[in-house]
């Protein structure tokens, strides 16, 4: 069965370096997501992904955030000076069109600011 | 804005039924949603009800849905201790981007 696969599982960053997580969304899908969770709290929306820009994003998702596709299979989240607050589990996630019922998410990547 | 509530913690027995419930406010959800998370892992879809139906049954899994309450429930009938996990109510408004609002999870603990 076709899954959504992220790297890596866990990454460790100084506060103020950049990071980027990387995600293979399932091959046939159109729309791309990132989700974050922070340890305990609700999974929160950061930001949509449509015809290689950008459809939606949270208030979360400031000018430190940045997406990107760059090659038919690969989706990025890049930080750009990471903080202590963005520690936190991140997920991708895709689906085929706007009304499928079903986004698919990835195991996630644990990102740990230190 | 849109917001999602659950309570924090049901504790059951094995055998016996749980019951998850969720409340939410936007009324123009088309599709709500529960996601499982056991430790460690990412989400996966449990299952889902659209916004015009009242009820859903899956195996041992019934949703509930009482739109004019905005209230959304999860029925785990038989619970079993692979059941033990986080369990997010989520919903979906559609329009341009179909992004997910998830609530706050309830943790299941079966005890055996």
């Known amino acids: 069965e076709p899954e959504v696969t992220q790297?890596?599982?866990?990454?460790?960053?100084q506060m103020g370096q950049e990071v980027i997580l990387r995600c293979v969304p399932i091959s046939?899908?159109?729309?791309?997501?990132?989700?974050?969770?922070?340890?305990?709290?609700?999974?929160?929306?950061?930001?949509?992904?449509?015809n290689n820009e950008i459809s939606e994003k949270s208030e979360i998702f400031d000018d430190q955030f940045s997406v990107e596709r760059p090659d038919g299979s690969n989706f990025t989240l890049k930080i750009r000076s990471t903080k202590?607050?963005?520690?936190?589990?991140?997920?991708?996630?895709?689906?085929?069109?706007?009304?499928?019922?079903?986004?698919?998410?990835?195991?996630?990547?644990?990102l740990t600011v230190t | 804005?849109?917001?999602?509530?659950?309570?924090?913690?049901?504790?059951?027995?094995?055998?016996?039924?749980?019951?998850?419930?969720?409340?939410?406010t936007d009324s123009s959800s088309t599709y709500l949603y529960w996601y499982k998370q056991e430790p460690g892992a990412g989400?996966?879809?449990?299952?889902?009800?659209?916004?015009?139906?009242?009820?859903?049954?899956?195996q041992r899994l019934t949703v509930l849905l009482n739109k004019k309450d905005k209230h959304l429930s999860l029925r785990i009938a038989d619970t079993q201790t692979g059941d033990s996990a986080i369990y997010f109510c989520a919903e979906s408004g559609g329009g341009a981007?179909?992004?997910?609002?998830?609530?706050?999870?309830?943790?299941?603990?079966v005890q055996p």
């Not at chain 1, 790297?7 to 960053?13: I, K, L």
């Not at chain 1, 729309?31 to 974050?36: A, G, I, K, L």
């Not at chain 2, 309570?7 to 419930?21: A, K, Q």
Request: overall charge negative; proline content about 2%; aromatic content about 16%.
């Open chain 1, 28 to 50: 046939n899908h159109l729309y791309f997501y990132w989700y974050r969770q922070i340890l305990g709290q609700k999974v929160e929306f950061l930001v949509s992904f449509y």
């Open chain 1, 7 to 13: 790297t890596p599982s866990h990454q460790v960053t």
């Open chain 2, 43 to 58: 989400l996966q879809l449990l299952t889902y009800i659209f916004s015009n139906m009242d009820m859903k049954q899956d």
């Open chain 2, 1 to 24: 804005g849109e917001d999602v509530e659950q309570s924090l913690f049901l504790s059951v027995r094995e055998g016996d039924s749980s019951v998850i419930n969720c409340t939410y």
């Open chain 1, 84 to 110: 202590l607050e963005d520690s936190a589990m991140y997920f991708c996630a895709s689906s085929t069109s706007l009304s499928s019922y079903e986004q698919y998410f990835g195991p996630g990547t644990r």
């Open chain 2, 97 to 109: 981007t179909n992004k997910l609002i998830f609530g706050t999870g309830t943790l299941l603990a």
